[in-house]
């Protein structure tokens, strides 16, 4: 199980806005992934942005490296 760390600066500057759009959405999870550990992100939203080929590098290499 992965350790939960929370980065409360980033959150209190990056508020998911209300009634995100879909785009809005993989911004916000992408930029969250690349600065908070706090959880996982949602499956759709990471196959999404693997999909368009905008998973943030540090996530990309943490993934690859679980599955060794």
């Given at each position: 199980?992965?350790?939960s760390?929370?980065?409360?600066?980033?959150?209190?500057?990056?508020?998911?806005?209300?009634?995100?759009?879909?785009e809005?959405?993989l911004?916000?999870?992408a930029?969250?992934?690349?600065?908070c550990?706090?959880?996982?992100?949602?499956a759709?939203?990471?196959?999404?942005?693997?999909?368009?080929?905008?998973?943030?590098?540090?996530?990309?290499?943490?993934?690859?490296d679980?599955?060794?």
């Open positions: 199980m992965s350790r760390i929370l980065n409360r600066e980033w959150h209190a500057a990056n508020r998911m806005p209300a009634n995100a759009t879909h809005q959405r911004a916000w999870h930029g969250h992934a690349a600065n550990a706090c959880r996982e992100m949602p759709a939203i990471r196959a999404e942005l693997e999909r368009r080929g905008m998973m943030p590098e540090k996530l990309a290499t943490r993934h690859a679980s599955r060794d």
